[in-house]
Protein backbone atom coordinates (compact mmCIF):
# COMPACT_ATOMS: atom_id res chain seq x y z
CA UNK A 1 0.00 0.00 0.00
CA UNK A 2 1.32 3.57 -1.61
CA UNK A 3 -0.26 5.83 1.37
CA UNK A 4 0.69 9.11 -0.52
CA UNK A 5 -1.20 7.49 -3.63
CA UNK A 6 -3.67 6.33 -1.79
CA UNK A 7 -4.67 9.74 -0.04
CA UNK A 8 -4.53 11.81 -3.35
CA UNK A 9 -6.99 9.59 -4.81
CA UNK A 10 -9.31 11.02 -2.10
CA UNK A 11 -8.42 14.98 -2.59
CA UNK A 12 -11.14 17.61 -2.55
CA UNK A 13 -9.28 20.95 -3.51
CA UNK A 14 -12.17 22.49 -2.03
CA UNK A 15 -11.82 21.10 1.22
CA UNK A 16 -7.91 21.56 1.34
CA UNK A 17 -8.60 25.37 0.86
CA UNK A 18 -11.68 25.06 3.74
CA UNK A 19 -9.29 23.33 5.65
CA UNK A 20 -6.10 24.96 5.61
CA UNK A 21 -7.77 28.01 7.31
CA UNK A 22 -8.19 26.09 10.34
CA UNK A 23 -5.11 25.16 10.96
CA UNK A 24 -3.13 28.59 11.26
CA UNK A 25 0.87 28.22 9.74
CA UNK A 26 0.48 25.05 7.56
CA UNK A 27 1.87 25.14 4.57
CA UNK A 28 -0.84 24.66 2.07
CA UNK A 29 1.25 22.92 -0.58
CA UNK A 30 1.72 20.14 2.61
CA UNK A 31 -2.13 19.57 2.53
CA UNK A 32 -3.79 17.30 0.00
CA UNK A 33 -7.50 17.99 1.13
CA UNK A 34 -9.14 14.46 2.83
CA UNK A 35 -11.73 14.06 5.27
CA UNK A 36 -11.01 12.87 8.40
CA UNK A 37 -13.28 9.62 7.93
CA UNK A 38 -11.21 8.46 4.96
CA UNK A 39 -7.89 9.53 6.51
CA UNK A 40 -9.10 7.00 9.33
CA UNK A 41 -10.24 4.23 7.04
CA UNK A 42 -6.31 4.93 5.24
CA UNK A 43 -4.60 4.61 8.37
CA UNK A 44 -6.44 1.58 9.11
CA UNK A 45 -5.63 -0.14 5.91
CA UNK A 46 -2.34 0.51 6.22
CA UNK A 47 -2.01 -1.08 9.82
CA UNK A 48 -3.49 -4.20 8.05
CA UNK A 49 -0.96 -3.83 5.38
CA UNK A 50 1.84 -3.15 7.34
CA UNK A 51 2.36 -0.18 5.31
CA UNK A 52 6.17 1.98 6.34
CA UNK A 53 6.57 5.46 5.12
CA UNK A 54 8.28 8.83 5.71
CA UNK A 55 5.53 11.56 6.39
CA UNK A 56 5.70 14.53 4.57
CA UNK A 57 2.04 16.14 4.16
CA UNK A 58 -0.48 16.76 6.83
CA UNK A 59 -2.55 13.83 6.10
CA UNK A 60 0.50 11.27 6.17
CA UNK A 61 1.41 12.48 9.84
CA UNK A 62 -2.23 11.92 10.73
CA UNK A 63 -2.43 8.36 9.10
CA UNK A 64 0.95 8.22 11.25
CA UNK A 65 -0.18 9.35 14.40
CA UNK A 66 -3.43 7.21 14.06
CA UNK A 67 -1.75 3.75 13.00
CA UNK A 68 0.22 4.09 16.60
CA UNK A 69 -3.00 3.84 18.30
CA UNK A 70 -4.81 1.15 15.71
CA UNK A 71 -1.98 -1.23 15.81
CA UNK A 72 -2.50 -4.46 17.82
CA UNK A 73 0.98 -4.38 19.73
CA UNK A 74 2.68 -4.32 23.16
CA UNK A 75 2.80 -1.46 24.90
CA UNK A 76 6.68 -1.34 24.83
CA UNK A 77 6.37 -0.95 21.09
CA UNK A 78 3.43 1.92 20.90
CA UNK A 79 5.32 3.76 23.41
CA UNK A 80 8.70 3.47 21.07
CA UNK A 81 6.69 4.37 18.26
CA UNK A 82 5.24 7.27 20.23
CA UNK A 83 8.62 8.80 21.09
CA UNK A 84 9.41 9.12 17.09
CA UNK A 85 6.15 10.75 16.44
CA UNK A 86 5.70 13.01 18.88
CA UNK A 87 8.58 15.40 18.06
CA UNK A 88 6.94 16.06 14.38
CA UNK A 89 3.67 16.99 15.96
CA UNK A 90 3.20 20.56 14.61
CA UNK A 91 -0.35 21.42 14.91
CA UNK A 92 -3.08 21.00 16.86
CA UNK A 93 -5.34 19.02 14.82
CA UNK A 94 -2.96 15.74 14.63
CA UNK A 95 -2.05 15.87 18.28
CA UNK A 96 -5.87 16.04 19.12
CA UNK A 97 -6.88 13.28 16.84
CA UNK A 98 -4.15 11.25 17.30
CA UNK A 99 -4.51 11.35 21.59
CA UNK A 100 -7.91 10.36 20.74
CA UNK A 101 -7.28 7.00 19.48
CA UNK A 102 -4.23 5.72 21.91
CA UNK A 103 -6.93 3.83 24.07
CA UNK A 104 -4.20 1.98 25.38
CA UNK A 105 -3.84 4.24 27.99
CA UNK A 106 -6.69 3.11 29.74
CA UNK A 107 -5.21 0.05 30.04
CA UNK A 108 -1.78 1.09 31.00
CA UNK A 109 -2.59 3.96 33.36
CA UNK A 110 0.43 4.47 35.24
CA UNK A 111 2.71 3.47 32.05
CA UNK A 112 1.62 5.88 29.78
CA UNK A 113 1.30 8.38 32.83
CA UNK A 114 4.89 8.17 33.38
CA UNK A 115 5.59 8.51 29.56
CA UNK A 116 3.67 11.32 29.20
CA UNK A 117 4.86 13.46 32.11
CA UNK A 118 8.15 14.35 30.64
CA UNK A 119 6.43 16.06 27.74
CA UNK A 120 5.26 18.96 29.87
CA UNK A 121 8.47 20.16 29.85
CA UNK A 122 8.87 20.48 25.94
CA UNK A 123 7.99 22.14 22.92
CA UNK A 124 4.55 23.60 22.74
CA UNK A 125 2.73 20.20 20.71
CA UNK A 126 4.65 18.19 22.82
CA UNK A 127 2.95 19.67 26.00
CA UNK A 128 -0.17 19.91 24.12
CA UNK A 129 0.25 16.08 23.57
CA UNK A 130 0.07 15.76 27.29
CA UNK A 131 -2.25 17.60 28.37
CA UNK A 132 -4.43 16.47 25.66
CA UNK A 133 -4.20 13.06 26.65
CA UNK A 134 -4.43 13.84 30.59
CA UNK A 135 -8.13 15.13 29.51
CA UNK A 136 -8.45 12.11 27.68
CA UNK A 137 -7.81 9.47 30.02
CA UNK A 138 -6.73 10.76 33.33
CA UNK A 139 -9.78 12.60 34.41
CA UNK A 140 -10.97 9.78 36.72
CA UNK A 141 -11.00 9.16 40.72
CA UNK A 142 -7.23 7.63 41.23
CA UNK A 143 -5.09 10.85 38.49
CA UNK A 144 -7.50 14.17 38.58
CA UNK A 145 -6.01 15.81 41.71
CA UNK A 146 -2.50 14.66 39.77
CA UNK A 147 -3.63 16.13 36.64
CA UNK A 148 -5.31 19.60 38.38
CA UNK A 149 -1.35 19.89 40.14
CA UNK A 150 0.31 19.32 37.32
CA UNK A 151 -1.97 21.70 35.08
CA UNK A 152 -2.02 24.46 37.97
CA UNK A 153 1.77 24.23 37.38
CA UNK A 154 1.84 24.71 33.56
CA UNK A 155 2.94 28.58 32.75
CA UNK A 156 2.70 28.86 29.08
CA UNK A 157 2.61 32.11 26.09
CA UNK A 158 2.07 29.78 23.18
CA UNK A 159 -1.68 29.82 22.53
CA UNK A 160 -1.92 26.40 21.67
CA UNK A 161 -1.08 25.33 25.08
CA UNK A 162 -3.03 27.19 26.44
CA UNK A 163 -5.95 26.70 24.74
CA UNK A 164 -5.49 22.64 25.49
CA UNK A 165 -5.04 23.66 28.99
CA UNK A 166 -8.71 25.86 29.68
CA UNK A 167 -9.45 22.78 27.15
CA UNK A 168 -8.72 20.55 29.81
CA UNK A 169 -10.05 23.16 32.71
CA UNK A 170 -13.36 23.05 31.25
CA UNK A 171 -14.02 18.83 31.12
CA UNK A 172 -12.63 19.09 34.55
CA UNK A 173 -15.06 21.32 35.71
CA UNK A 174 -18.05 19.02 34.19
CA UNK A 175 -16.63 15.74 35.88
CA UNK A 176 -15.25 17.04 38.76
CA UNK A 177 -17.20 20.54 40.26
CA UNK A 178 -16.34 20.83 43.63
CA UNK A 179 -12.33 20.43 42.70
CA UNK A 180 -12.72 23.09 39.73
CA UNK A 181 -14.73 25.61 41.20
CA UNK A 182 -13.18 26.63 43.78
CA UNK A 183 -9.99 27.03 41.62
CA UNK A 184 -12.30 29.38 39.49
CA UNK A 185 -13.39 31.21 42.55
CA UNK A 186 -9.86 31.89 43.88
CA UNK A 187 -8.74 32.87 40.57
CA UNK A 188 -5.74 30.45 40.50
CA UNK A 189 -5.55 30.92 36.97
CA UNK A 190 -3.80 32.66 34.64
CA UNK A 191 -6.11 35.39 33.53
CA UNK A 192 -6.63 34.42 29.56
CA UNK A 193 -6.62 30.88 30.80
CA UNK A 194 -9.10 31.58 33.41
CA UNK A 195 -11.26 33.56 30.99
CA UNK A 196 -11.04 31.04 28.27
CA UNK A 197 -11.90 28.02 30.82
CA UNK A 198 -15.03 30.01 31.82
CA UNK A 199 -16.43 30.23 28.10
CA UNK A 200 -15.62 26.73 27.27
CA UNK A 201 -17.92 25.36 30.32
CA UNK A 202 -20.37 28.01 29.40
CA UNK A 203 -20.80 26.26 25.70
CA UNK A 204 -20.65 22.56 27.21
CA UNK A 205 -24.46 21.53 27.46
CA UNK A 206 -23.46 19.79 30.60
CA UNK A 207 -23.09 22.70 32.63
CA UNK A 208 -27.04 24.02 33.48
CA UNK A 209 -27.81 27.88 32.79
CA UNK A 210 -27.97 28.49 36.67
CA UNK A 211 -23.90 27.78 37.07
CA UNK A 212 -22.90 29.45 33.71
CA UNK A 213 -24.39 32.31 34.45
CA UNK A 214 -22.49 32.66 38.03
CA UNK A 215 -19.67 31.28 35.98
CA UNK A 216 -19.81 34.60 34.08
CA UNK A 217 -19.66 36.76 37.34
CA UNK A 218 -16.17 35.28 37.83
CA UNK A 219 -14.52 36.19 34.82
CA UNK A 220 -11.64 38.62 35.33
CA UNK A 221 -12.09 42.29 33.47
Known amino acids: ?19 SKL ?40 VYGLKIGYEKCSLQKHLEKLRIF ?38 TYEIRFAVVMMMDYYLNDVYIDEVIK ?12 NMAAAWAFSVIYVKYKDKMLPILQNKQL ?21 DKDYLKTLKIK
Open 86 to 123: VPMIDNWAVCDCCCSTYKFANRYQKEVWDFILPYLNGS
Open 150 to 161: FLLKLKSEEYYV
Open 1 to 19: MNVREELFKYQELQYRDFH
Open 190 to 210: DTWVHNKTIQKICESYRVDKE
Open 23 to 62: IPGIDKSKLIGVRMPKIRQIARQAVKENAEFEPEYYEEFM
